[in-house]
């Protein structure tokens, strides 16, 4: 894909604003940050929008991430290659609060690993609070799940129709995971991309670790696609690589 380094920068700034803020950035708000003009920033976009990465769901409207664009930073954010759009992605994984997060985890955990049920659960409940997401892990045969809440009090759910798809997910992704047993360590499912729920406008991630209970077991978040990547694809890996480990 023909981008530059600027264009990804913008785009990496209007997917980090649109997580924290869920409405559309604007050119004004963009020409601030990188202290050029509004026209400039307004070209970038338009660049960006013909490659179908950011789109305007409103006319006179910021512009918001496409699932080609989620998808696109997640290539850049998972990658091991040292480019310059790598880089510039990558420093969210290095946040202080990813670290605090991990740390928290990896201590709330350790104190339940004389019980590898509990100890996973316990995993679960700190990504619930960390992501302000759904959180899910296989225990053997059952799936456990908290943060409902959380997910249905997101904006992107609010409509009858939006929450009836997402149920309908929920109740397809035991027996998904079951039957498909994704065997990468880590699975970023966003949006339409995600295989139970192509048209819920919620993001799958999830993490492959062997426990006590199977070489199978899974961990993740579910949550809108609307989702800080950086912070909550490195705290699922982490969370998977650690309780394989202690477990």
């Known amino acids: 894909m023909n981008i530059t380094p600027r264009q990804t920068q913008i785009l990496v700034a209007i997917i980090e604003q649109y997580a924290e803020v869920a409405s559309p950035v604007g050119s004004v708000t963009l020409a601030k940050l990188f202290n050029v003009s509004s026209a400039t920033i307004r070209s970038e976009m338009a660049k960006l929008e013909d490659l179908g ?7 006179s409207a910021g512009r918001i ?44 955990v350790s104190a339940q690993n004389d019980r590898a049920d509990h100890a996973i659960r316990s995993a679960v409940d700190s990504l619930v609070e960390l992501t302000g997401n759904l959180g ?33 997910l929920l109740d397809n992704l035991e027996p998904w995971l079951r039957e498909v047993a994704p065997n990468e360590p880590l699975n970023v499912y966003i949006g339409s991309e995600n295989p139970i729920g192509k048209s819920s406008g919620a993001s799958l991630i999830i993490s492959k ?19 800080n990547y ?16 202690i477990l």
């Open 136 to 168: 899910l892990a296989t225990i053997g045969d059952q799936l456990y799940m908290n943060g409902i809440y959380n997910l249905f009090s997101q904006p992107e759910f609010e409509s009858g129709e939006a929450v009836q798809s997402v149920a309908q």
């Open 65 to 108: 991430p496409t699932d080609k664009g989620y998808r696109f930073y997640v290539n850049r954010l998972t990658a091991q290659s040292e480019g310059e759009d790598e880089q510039i992605l990558l420093n969210a994984n290095n946040s202080k609060d990813s670290l605090r997060g991990f740390r928290a985890i990896s201590s709330r």
């Open 209 to 227: 670790f062997e426990s006590p209970f199977s070489e199978n077991s899974y961990i993740g978040v579910l949550g809108p696609t609307r989702q």
């Open 230 to 245: 950086g912070k909550v694809v490195r705290l699922v890996q982490k969370t998977g690589e650690f309780l394989e480990e």
């Open 53 to 59: 990465l950011i789109m305007q769901p409103h006319t």
